[in-house]
């Protein structure tokens, strides 16, 4: 067994959001819109039934659809599941009922929520009502909840705050609503690219070597990409190395950690046969080249964690290039 | 047993827009769906199932967006299937949708491809940084811009062939009524002198940021004999796939987009692609690619791609028009990016590419990649069926 079997992988947060906009086209627009003046509108299908939300297109014969009706703000609980312990950006923050709710004058459910205090509180068939928000913003959340007819919650649940708006011109209706979407992720490393990480966290570059084509993996994958057998030949390279291709990133975008402009570069470390994405800083971007020698430039040990950014960046050795065809075959 | 015969019936697609915020997701699918049913005189009973693609889901945060899709595509008692191959999706789709009738199983095939861009942010969707990395990460045109250097090393090509591609493709795309941009006198000067965006790929190089979305109606050959003016019939298909990295990997060449390339020609019988071929549709999301990609395709020796450029070889009337619809530089929904191209190869062996019809086209590739150029489809359309 290696060492990098009997060591816990490293594990770190990944989260990832974005406000998406949802452009709602000519049925959803007229649908949300209703909302806002809070009414319900269906649209009616090839075969006569009234689809709450509309559908642009019907079912069956996929023609689109553009007889709107009103619907009633009432309607049947048809089926309902239990959340006990709602989730952030859930409809309620205290526990609810998920239903499809058939209103009346439609002929399918919608899915929203059922403010019903335990499960006691709701049964299939049970009569609700929409609960309407205080300022309706033309969206789905303009009904905060659904309630019981016949004995409605007498402390109401309070909403979470109202959704974002998109902006649009004074009058204009809703034509975009803005889906706020993230994802909390757990991202676990490899064993073999622990054991690298915990390497840089001491200063040193670890990586590995297939024993079948003899070359040197950085990070090490674990298996060879070529050969596809476990490369447990562990090899300490080196932090100096060579430029072999690189661009200069002048353009700045949305998520981006370093200030443009920077140059992006492979580079090539001494013993390894395959190149990483760094940074180059220590002369002006227009004196890098394929070619360059470089040496790490660490940051002061005391910052060190299990990461590559413990190099600040790569800077030039002084050495005379390295000539073209020392790296031609790594680009 | 042989490939049954098949044919694409008709094509359809959007007015590409950086914004199609007048219409929902369902919507902007529709409006190429319907185009390719009208241009196939194809009815939705006739239709035997539906291939979807599109690129990563984060573009537009839809877990499996095929399921909501559903209704628009007519899918409801129908098989759906969804294709992800990164940017080449539009390309695999179709021929994923060709295997369909090339193997017998039904005789028209609905095939669609899109993106909604405005929905979200590729640039941000294609940075994120999982934990432990250099954050070195730039978009795709920081992934390519490196390997666009070493292309420029490794051949000696002039500087300026990168603008000469660009220039030709905005002035194709203003004779496409559907382009994204429509820039009928910008000039190799005119692109030099744009930004430098990622050093060396420059602002005027590089693809547009579009929602859109293509769609084809594939058929058997029966359903191919029945096409007024004469279908496109399918002559060859290919996809390869390689690892992103590896030790002593080609970034520049890749050996999946000659492996492609290769057994493509061959089942077309093309022996010499540079003279029997007429037009390509490449996918050239940045200038350089398009040199690049002849020699990766075989149109041109190693080294030798941006010459065939240089000499206005690959403008229409030259040698090999490509791209005259205007290409990736013209109009890029991402996932629909690949579909075009294999549509507008279509569209040129049926005559009915409008104003940049290339004149007398009766045999056209059509080609994408995706990922890190680890992604290769592409295949061989004709105006006369295979082997007549």
Known sequence: MTAAETETPLSAPLDVGFDYTRSVGPVLGRFVNALRERR???????????????????????????????????????????????????????????????????????????????????????????????????????????????????????????????????????????????????????????????????????????????????????????????????????????????????????????????????????????????????????????????????????????????????????????????????? | MAKQLAAVLGTGQTHHRAKRTDVSMPGLLREAVDRALADAQVDWPEIDAVVLGKAPDMFEGVMMPELFLADALGANGKPLLRVHTAGSVGGSTALVAASLIQAGVHRKVLTVAFEKQSESNAMWALSILPPFQMPVGAGAGGYFAPHVRSYLRRSGAPEHVGAIVAAKDRRNGALNPFAHLRQPDITVESVRASQMLWDPIRYDETCPSSDGACAMVLGDESSGDAVEGGAAWIHATAMRTEPTTFAGRDQVNPQAGRDAAAALWKEAGITDPLSQVDTAEIYVPFSWFEPMWLENLGFMAEGEGWKLTEAGETALGGRLPVNPSGGVLSSNPIGASGMLRFSEAAKQVMGRAGDYQVDGARTALGHAYGGGSQYFSMWVVGSAKPGS
């Open chain 1, 40 to 331: 319900v509108l269906g649209v009616r299908g090839d075969d006569g039934r009234v689809h709450v939300p509309p559908v642009e297109y019907d079912p069956a014969t996929a023609r689109a659809l553009t007889e709107f009706t009103d619907v009633a703000d009432e309607g049947t609980v048809e089926s309902w599941s239990w959340v006990a312990e709602p989730l952030d950006g859930q409809p309620l923050r205290r526990p609810f009922a998920w239903a499809l709710i058939r209103l009346d004058g439609a002929d399918t459910s919608l899915l929203h929520a059922v403010d019903a205090g335990s499960p006691a509180g709701i049964r299939t068939g049970m009569r609700v009502r929409a609960r309407w928000a205080d300022e309706p913003v033309g969206h789905i959340r303009d009904i905060v909840c659904f309630v019981s007819t016949e004995s409605p919650p007498g402390d109401p649940a309070p909403a979470p705050a109202p959704p974002p708006v998109a902006d649009r011109a004074e009058g204009d209706p809703v034509s975009t609503v803005i889906t706020p979407i993230h994802l909390n992720f757990l991202h676990s490393a490899s064993p073999e690219e622990s054991r690298y990480l915990r390497g840089l966290a001491e200063g040193k570059l670890l990586g590995q070597r297939c024993p079948a084509c003899g070359k040197v993996y950085v990070p090490p994958r674990g298996a060879c990409p070529t050969d596809g057998v476990p490369t447990t030949d562990e090899v300490e390279l080196p932090d100096t190395g060579t430029v072999t291709t690189f661009c200069i990133v002048n353009v700045p975008f949305l998520g981006q950690r370093l200030k443009p402009p920077y140059v992006a570069a492979y580079i090539l470390l001494d013993g390894a046969d395959i190149a990483f994405l760094h940074l180059v800083l220590g002369c002006e971007a227009s004196e890098v080249r394929m070619g360059l020698r470089v040496r790490a430039s660490w940051k002061p040990r005391e910052q060190f964690s299990t990461t590559l950014e413990n190099i600040a960046h790569f800077e030039p050795t002084g050495e005379p290039d390295a000539p073209y065809e020392s790296f031609a075959h790594h680009l």
